[in-house]
């Protein structure tokens, strides 16, 4: 949770038979209370706006577990005296939204509104979806969603046009600190931690305020005399995986982080984040094909060598596979950091499809077509047509393009890497054709 809990006294370090879990007990009674998201809570923030004008709007809540989003749906039905209906998208089906509906209405009638919680609601399918609209616009329900995914992705257009987006953010070492703090004061005794330690039990948490309760309550009941130091907790606690979901949202945000920072040339960036994605149990594959596709894009000809170095590196890995091989990769990430950077070919590329798109289907000039019968030569195919080879320096100057669109530049080379050697290639060719066509 990132909560600011009571500080009621327990007496009893360890949980005794039935005790509610320590997240639990120190679930937040008011919005007051709750620990960060004050970018969403504070004053002038969207719910501290809302809550102050008596107008509160349907939300669905984004951000990684453990950050507040039950906890603080909660809380806004009893500050705006709806009542609560929390559901699950993973257990719910159609017959059951149903029922929720028809209680909702029922409550409507008699003049109570419901806050309708709905956890994963990035799992409810489009048809889904839609259901829940007829009911926020007649106002049944006000709907509180939560989702660890990005809503942009997951959620219909319709419902994501009702509904205000909050981010809620992971807590800070600071708010982990407060948290475990209220732990301390709830259970009436210290972390058995000293300060490197208890610095390393916050940093295991990844900003996940109900995995610090719940490891906190793990460490407290521990029978220890004395302070542990940084050592004897990570022997005793496994460290939590950084969230990190192959097909979600943090996949695309790290991958994305990983190619920004070899677009700008930071190795040492770019090393930081292919670790985090290998760390977190990403595929080495996938990243060897991310790494040549940024070859290709933001590399190609200012460092011809990119490509096939990535290539190399990929069949390296295949040989050795993990984690030896996982080195040539980071020696990959590393080269094409430093290597000169040119978008080209790229832009080049694209604009040649976007041309062949718009042009359809016009003929080539008829001097760069074969005539391989009698017609074809009375329709002028090949008339005309000079052998480049035969020109002293193999170059005739011919135009090649349609005659109906005329000549059109896509590449422009940069002033960078070997691309600068073939700038000057093209420059000459230019100049070649300017004196040939004059």
């Known amino acids: 949770m990132s909560d600011l809990f009571d500080t009621d006294p327990a007496p009893a370090a360890r949980p005794e038979p039935g005790k509610r879990p320590l997240a639990d007990r120190l679930r937040p009674k008011t919005l007051d209370e709750v620990i960060g998201q004050e970018q969403v809570l504070g004053p002038d923030a969207p719910l501290g706006t809302m809550l102050a004008s008596g107008s509160l709007s349907s939300l669905v809540f984004w951000g990684p577990p453990g950050v507040g989003k039950t906890t603080i749906a909660r809380l806004l039905a009893n500050a705006t005296d709806l009542h609560f209906v929390q559901i699950s998208a993973i257990f719910t089906g159609v017959q059951d939204l149903r029922k929720v509906f028809e209680a909702a209405r029922i409550r409507h009638g008699n003049g109570q509104g419901t806050l309708l919680f709905v956890d994963e609601i990035h799992r409810f399918n489009k048809a889904q979806q839609d259901g829940f609209l007829p009911h926020m616009e007649d106002g049944t329900i006000l709907l509180v969603g939560a ?26 070492p600071a708010d982990l600190e407060r948290l475990a703090q209220r732990a301390e004061r709830e259970t009436g005794r210290a972390l058995p931690l000293d300060g490197p330690a208890r610095e390393a039990l916050l940093e295991m948490c990844d900003g996940d305020g109900r995995a610090l309760l719940n490891l906190a309550e793990q460490v407290l009941a521990w029978p220890v005399t004395g302070k542990l130091d940084t050592e004897a907790l990570t022997h005793r606690l496994m460290r939590r995986a950084a969230q990190y979901d192959k097909s979600g949202d943090g996949h695309y945000n790290l991958i994305s982080a990983l190619h920004k920072s070899i677009r700008g040339s930071d190795p040492d960036a770019a090393l930081y984040w292919f670790a985090r994605m290998l760390e977190a149990g990403e595929d080495p594959r996938f990243l060897a094909r991310r790494l040549t596709r940024m ?23 295949e040989r050795l596979g993990s984690p030896e091989g996982e080195l040539a990769l980071a020696q990959a990430v590393i080269y094409l950091a430093l290597a000169p950077k040119s978008n080209g070919a790229y832009v080049a590329y694209k604009a040649a499809r976007a041309a062949a798109r718009r042009t359809g289907s016009l003929m080539p000039p008829k001097h760069i077509l074969n005539a391989p019968t009698g017609l074809m030569k009375d329709q002028g195919y090949g008339k005309g047509y000079n052998y480049d080879h035969d020109a002293e320096d193999g170059f005739s100057g011919q135009d090649y393009f349609p005659e109906s669109m005329g000549r059109t530049e896509f590449y422009t080379p940069v002033e960078r890497g070997f691309e600068r050697e073939l700038k000057k290639r093209v420059d000459y060719f230019a100049r070649l054709r300017r004196e040939r066509n004059a």
Request: aromatic share 6%; glycine share 2%.
């Open 147 to 172: 989702t660890t995914e990005n809503p942009s992705f997951e959620l219909n257009a319709a419902l994501l046009s009702r509904a205000q987006v909050l981010v809620l953010e992971r807590l800070s």
């Open 295 to 317: 070859a290709v894009e933001d590399i190609g000809l200012a460092d011809p060598q990119a490509q096939a170095h990535c290539i190399d590196s990929w069949q390296t890995y």
